[in-house]
C-alpha cells in the first residue's frame, strides 16, 4: 500500500505537470544559494557571450569576403588602401594586414632608391611579411577574445553544479537524522532544491560548449583565409616592388 502523502506528492505532481524552478530556486538557501547565485550568472553572461561573438564574427566574416573581391578587383593598392580604411571595413581582419602590409611596404619605398644587394631586399621583404603575421596575430587574439570564458564555463559548471546537489542532500540527510524519521513529502522538496543546482549547471555548460565548438570552427575558416590572403599579399609585393 502507498501511504497517503506519497499518493498526495504524486497526485499534486502529476497535476502540476511541470518543474516550478522560480519556487525551488526562490526556496534555496546558505550555500546553495549561494551556487544558484554563481550558476545564474554564469549563465546570464554565457549567453550575452555567444550573441556578441556571433556577431562579431559574422561581421568579420562578411567585411572579410566585401575585402577580399574588391582586393582582386582593384589594380592599384592606393585604392585598396582606401577600401580597407573605410569604417565599413572595421571588423574584417584581411583589411587590417593589408593595412598594415602598406604601411610598412610604404616605408621601404621611401629609403633611397640606390640599388641594393639581393640581401637587402631579402630583408625588406621580411619587414612586410612581419607586418602581415603581427596582424594577423593581433586579429586572431582579438576574434578569440571571451572564447576561453565559453570553455571555462563548460568545464567548469558541471562541478559547479554537482557540489550545490551534493551539498543539498547531505544537509536535507542530517536534517532527516536530527528528526530520526521523515516522509518522502519532507524529502522530496530539499532534495529537489539540491538537484536544481545541477539543472542549471546543464543550462549554462551544454550551450557554452556547443557554442565554443561551433565558434572555433568558424575561427579556423577564418585563420586559413588570413593566411591565404598573406602570402597572395607577398607574391603580389615580390613580382612588382622586389
Not at 559548471?157 to 544537509?171: Q, R
Amino acid at each position: 500500500m502507498i501511504s497517503p502523502e506519497i499518493s498526495h506528492f504524486l497526485a499534486s505532481s502529476t497535476l502540476m505537470g511541470e518543474v516550478d524552478l522560480v519556487k525551488l530556486l526562490g526556496a534555496s538557501k546558505g550555500i546553495v544559494l549561494g551556487v544558484v547565485i554563481v550558476l545564474l550568472t554564469l549563465v546570464a553572461i554565457c549567453f550575452f557571450v555567444i550573441a556578441y561573438k556571433m556577431i562579431h564574427i559574422s561581421q568579420a566574416e562578411s567585411q572579410s569576403i566585401k575585402f577580399l573581391d574588391r582586393f582582386w578587383e582593384s589594380k592599384r593598392l592606393d585604392d585598396i588602401y582606401r577600401v580597407a580604411e573605410d569604417p565599413a571595413m572595421k571588423y574584417s581582419p584581411l583589411a587590417a594586414m593589408f593595412r598594415a602590409g602598406y604601411v610598412e611596404l610604404s616605408k621601404l619605398k621611401k629609403k633611397d632608391a640606390t640599388p641594393e644587394s639581393l640581401a637587402g631586399k631579402m630583408d625588406d621583404i621580411e619587414n612586410v611579411e612581419r607586418a602581415l603575421v603581427r596582424a594577423r596575430v593581433s586579429q586572431m587574439t582579438k576574434l578569440e577574445n571571451l572564447l576561453p570564458f565559453l570553455a571555462t564555463t563548460g568545464s567548469a559548471a558541471p562541478f559547479i553544479g554537482l557540489f550545490g546537489t551534493v551539498w543539498g542532500i547531505m544537509d536535507a540527510f542530517l536534517s532527516i537524522a536530527e528528526k530520526g524519521t521523515a516522509e518522502l513529502a519532507e524529502v522530496s522538496q530539499p532534495i529537489a532544491e539540491a538537484l536544481v543546482t545541477t539543472a542549471l549547471a546543464l543550462a549554462s555548460a551544454v550551450p557554452a560548449v556547443v557554442a565554443f565548438n561551433y565558434f572555433n570552427r568558424r575561427l579556423k575558416v577564418l585563420a586559413a583565409e588570413m593566411t591565404t590572403f598573406g602570402n597572395d599579399y607577398l607574391n603580389i609585393v615580390r613580382r612588382h616592388f622586389f
